[in-house]
């Protein structure tokens, strides 16, 4: 009686080990082999090995990933402001006013350059009007509704279909291997904790971005609810990024990755400390077919300073064309 | 062969079964049993087991605690003024022209009373003074030495001593069921990092906190550094505790403790929650010759309205004298 337990538990084991080791030979499939590759696999295993010189606790192991167009596309528009201009078509009737006022009048009428010509001011009403004036719940549930129906101009997919493939791996692989993942993004922050949880595998508690002040009050029914108001709180890029790492995580990352010059101090901030080996990855948009091509001309996901200083401070530069064998789930 | 090995893991098991029974059997070795206990462990049997009504999901098994009068003591003056005026005293020298100046004459004269005669604005001259115009990492270094050697007037012990034993005993219980357990507190937030991990168990990116603006810069070196500015950027107190739970965790706690009215919309903002059960707790400070006795009259740590409205929300009044066997660990 004792021996069959003991062969069924070993046998479970053996399945259960054989499942470690295949993932363990290969946990990042969807990453060609090469330099690039090697040198995410080669700092994993320098860092978590116990004997290692390199070895940092797990509880130092702190990975930070900017999200639009590091974790998922950012073209032709950052997909928020997609969400963005979709509310203001839902929310025109309420808004009668819009009609004759920019830059909602030019947004009803589809001309999103005229709409956007007018700058940050014209951002900003945009994002005041669409992410204010509501309780958090609300706003959240707007997120939910949106990311489950609309669909990107260019693939017909949800938006939260295109996030990158290599990337879910290696946040994956991270944290099977003890490292805690954060998102870093200047997107807000609200809008990603409704859909990144489940996409990525980032709690809220580990999602840090952009966001407007909030308000605790008694709503009309008796209940609290908080409020968010048309007035930034924070603006979770450049060298807000390094600022959002202290306020919401108090930790100095081991890895970074990002994508843009808005990542640059965030990367910068990572790679310049001491005492544990660091990781700096810009993801660099070389695929014209499968994504997109763009790095220092580019108006979104402009790289310039991180393409001149990659050298300088080791960050390993992710051929998208060439590193990554799928870039989306969806492809065949 | 086979059998040996066997019989070895079979035994360790038993060990460890053991151990994990043992535990179970009491998780709150420092409460003593009754109504309190009770509820607790009711609560975490109700939302932790599959198949019952109120089981939670472990990824919204969020539990929030306040700090000061909570998790640790708060008298004869909160730990963190403590700090403030030792490092008043440690950076006179630097400082001639406070032997003449309000707040600092009076503090440097050991006059506490005169020195915080000046109020809020007193106390934000000592705070910016002690809590601004240093890096982040200096900032740490400072709070760690002292913590280090700093002791209490009247117990004698380091602060970081003065520690409920009860509440660390329920911060680890709801570790091992499940829970994500946060500090969220009007206490500063790089302060309590500097120790909280070590003394809790709860890491920074669980801290909630006041925090003074943050600015990332190139220091003289050559390397970036982040400069605390003499700034207000939080105020987690009162209705900013929702605000920070949602700023930083974005999810509703299902769990909240407090001990003052600073924590009244923290505990309000829980309770009122629907989906889940909720449990809201008051750490009602009821012994004057182990600890401290205070409620509605209290200059630190007033505790009126969450008295009043206890029964209403159906919070649990912790009841120090009777409810724990031991309040500190260095207790015979």
């Known amino acids: 009686m004792v021996c069959t337990s003991c062969v069924r538990k070993q046998e479970q084991e053996a399945e259960h080990g054989q499942l470690i080791a295949s993932e363990a030979s290969d946990p990042l499939p969807s990453w060609n082999e090469g330099a690039t590759k090697k040198a995410i696999v080669d700092f994993v295993i320098h860092t978590t090995t116990d004997s290692s010189v390199g070895f940092i606790p797990v509880a130092d192991r702190i990975a930070c990933f900017d999200n639009d167009g590091t974790l998922w596309s950012e073209q032709p528009l950052y997909f928020?402001?997609?969400?963005?201009?979709?509310?203001?078509?839902?929310?025109?009737?309420?808004?009668?006013?819009?009609?004759?006022?920019?830059?909602?009048?030019?947004?009803?009428?589809?001309?999103?350059?005229?709409?956007?010509?007018g700058g940050e001011k014209a951002l900003m009403q945009i994002v005041a009007s669409t992410h204010s004036g509501m309780t958090t719940e609300e706003f959240d549930k707007s997120v939910k509704d949106w990311i489950a129906t609309a669909t990107h101009p260019k693939t017909g997919k949800h938006y939260n279909e295109m996030v990158f493939q290599p990337m879910v791996e290696l946040l994956n692989y991270l944290r099977d291997s003890g490292f805690k993942t954060f998102i870093v993004s200047?997107?807000?922050?609200?809008?990603?904790?409704?859909?990144?949880?489940?996409?990525?595998?980032i709690p809220p508690y580990q999602t840090v971005g952009s966001s407007v002040k909030l308000k605790y009050e008694i709503g009309e029914d008796?209940?609290?609810?908080?409020?968010?108001?048309?007035?930034?709180?924070?603006?979770?890029?450049?060298?807000?990024?390094?600022?959002?790492?202290?306020?919401?995580?108090?930790?100095?990352?081991?890895?970074?990755a990002g994508n843009s010059d808005g990542d640059y101090a965030m990367l910068q901030w990572t790679s310049t400390a001491t005492g544990y080996p660091r990781f700096g990855m810009i993801v660099h948009h070389t695929d014209s077919i499968r994504e997109w091509a763009y790095d220092r001309g580019s108006h979104i996901g402009r790289l310039e300073m991180g393409l001149n200083d990659a050298s300088k401070y080791n960050w390993v530069l992710v051929d998208m064309k060439n590193d990554w064998r799928k870039i989306y789930s969806f492809e065949e």
Chains 1, 2 share one sequence.
């Not at 908080?226 to 081991?254: A, C, S, Y």
């Open 80 to 117: 928020q402001l997609a969400f963005a201009l979709d509310r203001v078509k839902a929310m025109a009737s309420q808004h009668p006013e819009w009609k004759n006022t920019q830059p909602f009048k030019a947004l009803l009428e589809g001309d999103l350059k005229t709409a956007l010509a």
């Open 222 to 256: 008796g209940e609290p609810v908080l409020v968010k108001l048309p007035e930034l709180n924070f603006i979770d890029d450049k060298e807000g990024k390094p600022v959002g790492i202290q306020q919401h995580i108090g930790k100095r990352p081991v890895f970074a």
């Open 186 to 201: 200047g997107g807000g922050i609200d809008f990603m904790r409704a859909w990144a949880e489940e996409v990525y595998g």
